[in-house]
């Protein structure tokens, strides 16, 4: 800490933040919630195995797509331009397997094949649905059967 005279102009910017980010967050949780369930079930009959546990906050989905590495699957979203992650924020500019999955038991290739999907209180069940799409139109063209 350093002495000194607090700024209330940015404290009050922060309490403002904090009253809209908050504003409706119970709605925004269940909101979430239903599109990451709905994405589970729609991926998991697809054959993509999700690896966030059953009890993890839906604001983030974590799934391995079978037959594809995750870097292929990642481009192959953006040609809809939907992105996606293939590493945890705080990894970004690594290109390792997630420890934190292989510590969940994940085994190596499953892990290597993990895409991060991540939700906020914008994302609507229109695009949930529309991400679906696109994976199955994906899986057409690119999985050999």
Do not use: W
């Given at each position: 800490?350093?002495?000194?005279?607090?700024?209330?102009?940015?404290?009050?910017?922060?309490?403002?933040?904090?009253?809209?980010?908050?504003?409706?967050?119970?709605?925004?949780?269940?909101?979430?919630?239903?599109?990451?369930?709905?994405?589970?079930?729609?991926?998991?009959?697809?054959g993509a195995e999700i690896l966030s546990p059953d009890d993890a906050l839906p604001y983030v989905?974590?799934?391995?797509?079978?037959?594809?590495?995750?870097?292929?699957?990642?481009?192959?979203?953006?040609?809809?331009?939907?992105?996606?992650?293939?590493?945890?924020?705080?990894?970004?500019?690594?290109?390792?397997?997630?420890?934190?999955?292989?510590?969940?038991?994940?085994?190596?290739?499953?892990?290597?094949?993990?895409?991060?999907?991540?939700?906020?209180?914008?994302?609507?069940?229109?695009?949930?649905?529309?991400?679906?799409?696109?994976?199955?139109?994906?899986?057409?063209?690119?999985?050999?059967?």
């Open positions: 800490m350093r002495s000194g005279t607090q700024s209330p102009v940015l404290a009050g910017a922060f309490l403002a933040a904090l009253k809209e980010v908050t504003t409706g967050i119970d709605e925004a949780y269940a909101k979430v919630s239903e599109i990451n369930a709905y994405l589970r079930k729609e991926l998991t009959e697809r989905l974590n799934v391995s797509f079978k037959g594809f590495e995750s870097e292929t699957m990642l481009h192959c979203l953006e040609i809809y331009d939907i992105y996606v992650s293939t590493v945890s924020a705080c990894s970004a500019n690594q290109k390792k397997v997630s420890y934190v999955l292989l510590e969940m038991g994940v085994d190596r290739k499953t892990a290597a094949n993990a895409v991060r999907l991540s939700f906020s209180r914008h994302n609507t069940m229109d695009e949930a649905r529309e991400f679906i799409k696109c994976v199955d139109q994906i899986y057409d063209q690119f999985l050999v059967k």
